[in-house]
């Protein structure tokens, strides 16, 4: 349950990243779809591949880093995701 929660919030970050860039929301939106419906990420995601919580990890320090958050909180992130990971 875990890592489907953690692929449909990669697709919330890849649209928060792209609303970030400009991106108009048309746009936006087909590439949430694209990596919600990727039979690639969606069979890795089924087998039980901690790959969908890496990618929502590394999309969600970019955010971070695009809005300006202090590289110290990044650290503790990065140590808390790789403890359980």
Same mark, same amino acid.
């Given at each position: 349950? %875990? #890592?489907?929660?953690?692929? *449909?919030?990669?697709?919330? &970050?890849?649209?928060?990243? !792209?609303? *970030?860039?400009? #991106?108009?929301?048309? @746009?936006?939106?087909?590439? =949430?779809?694209?990596? !919600?419906?990727?039979? &690639?990420?969606?069979?890795?995601?089924?087998?039980?591949?901690?790959?969908? %919580? $890496?990618?929502?990890?590394?999309?969600? #320090?970019? #955010?971070? !880093? @695009?809005?300006? =958050? /202090?590289?110290? /909180?990044? *650290? *503790? &992130? =990065?140590?808390?995701?790789?403890? &359980? $990971?």
């Amino acid at each position: 349950m %875990i #890592i489907y929660s953690a692929d *449909l919030l990669v697709g919330l &970050f890849i649209d928060t990243i !792209l609303k *970030l860039r400009g #991106i108009p929301e048309k @746009m936006r939106m087909w590439s =949430v779809i694209a990596w !919600l419906f990727n039979p &690639f990420t969606f069979t890795i995601g089924t087998r039980g591949n901690c790959e969908p %919580i $890496v990618c929502a990890a590394m999309l969600w #320090i970019l #955010i971070c !880093l @695009m809005k300006g =958050v /202090s590289s110290d /909180s990044l *650290l *503790l &992130f =990065v140590q808390f995701i790789a403890t &359980f $990971v």
